[in-house]
């Protein structure tokens, strides 16, 4: 598939770097600006970010992109779910300042009853970085809690800013401060802002390996959730995760999965607001290369140990890290979906020890290869286990706390047994809970050639032959967001443990 857009530059991006940004494109793309090849990326749901300052000329352009549905990447996007192809996010220009402010790093950290704030800021200049920076944190009101100042620099860095008597941020109580970033060039003038939301807490593994939000236990009652729009596809608005995040608080649910890739920037961002706990998990999944006919079979796994692969799968976790870490919803980072286990997902879970040691790890996949398992995940993660597995691992002890990472396929009517999943709680302390597969039905609507109705159509509805058919119909609500029986069972032993 080749789009192709022409446009007049506006006379105020004249004269300055410009940079074009692909929020989500599935699932290769080659870009060219001018005529002139720029660049190409084949991860589907991480931003790519290119400079065109240099194919830019005033007056009218030309941009041009070719999709590819199929590339290596299909290998590693193995997710069961609607296969589409497209340029299905947001595509935008962006001129940058004078001086630009290309990363803000936050790290809060809890002292007692007080905060210390490291930050540190990259900047980029078409010459050489002068002028000031000014930092400010403010409270929730937008008072302002400390000022300072500091020269500008290619990279500058902030330590121990101290924030007195903190309100921490929790699923009960999301409170959330502001870093404000102002930088001003050489003569004074205000040429770039950042206004950052940030939250403290913390998220440890404490006693009987419990998982513990500001020292308290944690209860995950949570689910997984794809981006889908039975309007759409994948090509969600910020109206579709508003009315998303909406059924979730209204039905106690207090965490999600971002089930099997990172999803939109804006989602983040209402779950530091509405207080929901993420497990953001990274665009990975080899399911295809390791698993034959339901059976462990890795012999040409493509993640594995496989050296060709190791800078694939670091550069897929570190554009998740990148682009996300200064979420206070994530807590966890999640490794990636059903790729079986090896040294190139240990690299993984060793990149983000080392660059954010506040969070815990996950990944389920070293369920079926257990020569990683003190390599790989904070946590024992496991899919579909009956609550007597669960038992059993609980009781015989463990050493890491208990997660399920999808549990309840709620396919059809199903969901009954809810409440012996949830009695694990009152049993063992390193139970964390999980999340129910999964949020949403896939589907999407259709026209009756006959009768004129509009329904919902699944795999099969669309002359597609092979289908998992209505296989991927297994949320709690239904594709328009209409409420499924099985909800009442949720939201009943939810709201149970929702502010313990």
Same mark, same amino acid.
């Given at each position: 598939?080749?789009?192709?857009?022409?446009?007049?530059?506006?006379?105020?991006?004249?004269?300055?770097?410009?940079? +074009?940004?692909?929020?989500?494109?599935?699932?290769?793309?080659?870009?060219?600006?001018?005529?002139?090849?720029?660049?190409?990326?084949?991860?589907?749901?991480?931003?790519?970010?290119?400079?065109?300052?240099?194919?830019?000329?005033?007056?009218?352009?030309? +941009?041009?992109? /070719?999709?590819?549905?199929?590339?290596?990447? /299909?290998?590693?996007?193995?997710?069961?779910?609607?296969?589409?192809?497209? +340029?299905?996010?947001?595509?935008?220009?962006?001129?940058?300042?004078? %001086?630009?402010?290309?990363?803000?790093?936050?790290?809060?950290?809890?002292?007692?009853?007080?905060?210390?704030?490291?930050? =540190?800021?990259?900047?980029?200049?078409? =010459?050489?970085?002068?002028?000031? $920076?000014?930092?400010?944190?403010?409270?929730?009101?937008?008072?302002?809690?400390?000022? =300072?100042?500091?020269?500008?620099?290619?990279?500058?860095?902030?330590?121990?800013? %101290?924030?007195?008597?903190?309100?921490?941020?929790?699923?009960?109580?999301?409170?959330?401060?502001?870093?404000?970033?102002?930088?001003?060039?050489?003569?004074?003038?205000?040429?770039?802002?950042?206004?950052?939301?940030?939250?403290?807490?913390?998220?440890?593994?404490?006693?009987?390996?419990?998982?513990?939000?500001?020292?308290?236990?944690? !209860?995950?009652?949570?689910?997984?959730?794809?981006?889908?729009?039975?309007? =759409?596809?994948?090509?969600? *608005?910020?109206?579709?995760?508003?009315?998303?995040?909406?059924?979730?608080?209204?039905?106690?649910?207090?965490?999600?999965?971002?089930?099997?890739?990172? *999803?939109?920037?804006?989602?983040?961002?209402?779950?530091?607001?509405?207080?929901?706990?993420?497990? /953001?998990?990274?665009?990975?999944?080899?399911?295809?290369?390791?698993?034959?006919?339901?059976?462990?079979?890795?012999?040409?796994?493509?993640?594995?140990?496989?050296?060709?692969?190791?800078?694939?799968?670091?550069?897929?976790?570190?554009?998740?890290?990148?682009?996300?870490?200064?979420?206070?919803?994530?807590?966890?980072?999640?490794?990636?979906?059903?790729?079986?286990?090896?040294?190139?997902?240990?690299?993984?879970?060793?990149?983000?020890?080392?660059?954010?040691?506040?969070?815990?790890?996950? !990944?389920?996949?070293?369920?079926?290869?257990?020569?990683?398992?003190?390599?790989?995940?904070?946590?024992?993660?496991?899919?579909?286990?009956?609550?007597?597995?669960?038992?059993?691992?609980?009781?015989?002890?463990?050493?890491?706390?208990?997660? *399920?990472?999808?549990?309840?396929?709620?396919?059809?009517?199903? $969901?009954?047994?809810?409440?012996?999943?949830?009695?694990?709680?009152?049993?063992?302390?390193?139970?964390?809970?999980?999340?129910?597969?999964?949020?949403?039905?896939?589907?999407?609507?259709?026209?009756?050639?006959?009768?004129?109705?509009?329904?919902?159509? !699944?795999?099969?509805?669309?002359?597609?032959?092979?289908?998992?058919?209505?296989?991927?119909? *297994?949320? %709690?609500?239904?594709?328009?967001?209409?409420?499924?029986?099985?909800?009442?069972?949720?939201?009943?032993?939810?709201?149970?443990?929702?502010?313990?």
């Amino acid at each position: 598939m080749i789009r192709v857009k022409v446009f007049d530059l506006p006379t105020h991006f004249e004269k300055r770097r410009v940079h +074009i940004m692909f929020d989500g494109v599935e699932q290769a793309m080659y870009l060219w600006v001018n005529g002139y090849f720029v660049g190409y990326s084949e991860d589907s749901f991480s931003r790519a970010e290119f400079d065109i300052t240099e194919q830019l000329h005033a007056g009218q352009n030309m +941009i041009a992109v /070719a999709v590819y549905k199929m590339s290596t990447a /299909a290998f590693i996007e193995d997710q069961d779910m609607f296969r589409f192809s497209g +340029i299905f996010r947001s595509v935008r220009l962006r001129a940058l300042p004078e %001086i630009d402010v290309t990363d803000v790093d936050i790290k809060p950290m809890v002292h007692g009853q007080n905060g210390m704030v490291d930050v =540190t800021l990259q900047l980029s200049s078409k =010459t050489p970085v002068t002028g000031n $920076v000014q930092i400010a944190i403010l409270d929730h009101n937008q008072q302002s809690l400390l000022e =300072t100042q500091i020269s500008a620099d290619e990279q500058v860095r902030l330590a121990d800013l %101290i924030v007195p008597d903190i309100a921490l941020w929790s699923h009960q109580q999301p409170n959330l401060y502001h870093l404000q970033v102002t930088v001003t060039n050489a003569a004074g003038d205000e040429v770039a802002f950042v206004n950052y939301p940030f939250g403290f807490r913390t998220i440890a593994i404490g006693a009987d390996n419990q998982l513990q939000l500001n020292g308290q236990r944690l !209860y995950l009652n949570g689910v997984n959730r794809h981006e889908w729009s039975p309007e =759409t596809g994948r090509a969600l *608005n910020e109206g579709d995760m508003r009315q998303d995040m909406r059924v979730i608080q209204e039905n106690h649910i207090n965490a999600v999965r971002a089930s099997h890739y990172p *999803n939109q920037v804006p989602w983040y961002f209402m779950a530091d607001e509405a207080g929901i706990y993420l497990m /953001a998990e990274t665009n990975l999944e080899s399911h295809g290369t390791w698993q034959k006919m339901g059976q462990v079979e890795p012999s040409v796994n493509v993640l594995a140990s496989h050296a060709a692969w190791h800078d694939v799968v670091m550069d897929r976790a570190q554009s998740n890290y990148g682009q996300f870490k200064n979420h206070a919803s994530i807590l966890f980072w999640s490794l990636g979906n059903e790729s079986y286990a090896g040294d190139n997902i240990a690299d993984m879970n060793a990149y983000f020890k080392q660059v954010d040691p506040t969070r815990l790890t996950h !990944y389920e996949g070293v369920f079926h290869n257990r020569a990683y398992d003190d390599q790989i995940s904070d946590v024992e993660s496991r899919m579909y286990a009956s609550p007597a597995d669960i038992r059993t691992y609980l009781t015989e002890h463990p050493k890491k706390p208990y997660l *399920n990472c999808e549990f309840m396929h709620s396919m059809g009517n199903s $969901v009954g047994g809810f409440d012996e999943y949830m009695a694990l709680y009152d049993e063992f302390p390193a139970y964390g809970g999980g999340f129910i597969w999964d949020f949403k039905y896939q589907a999407l609507w259709q026209e009756d050639s006959i009768t004129g109705q509009r329904f919902l159509a !699944y795999g099969g509805d669309f002359n597609d032959r092979h289908s998992d058919y209505e296989f991927s119909g *297994n949320g %709690i609500v239904f594709a328009d967001r209409q409420l499924k029986p099985a909800m009442q069972e949720v939201k009943y032993f939810y709201e149970r443990y929702e502010n313990k």
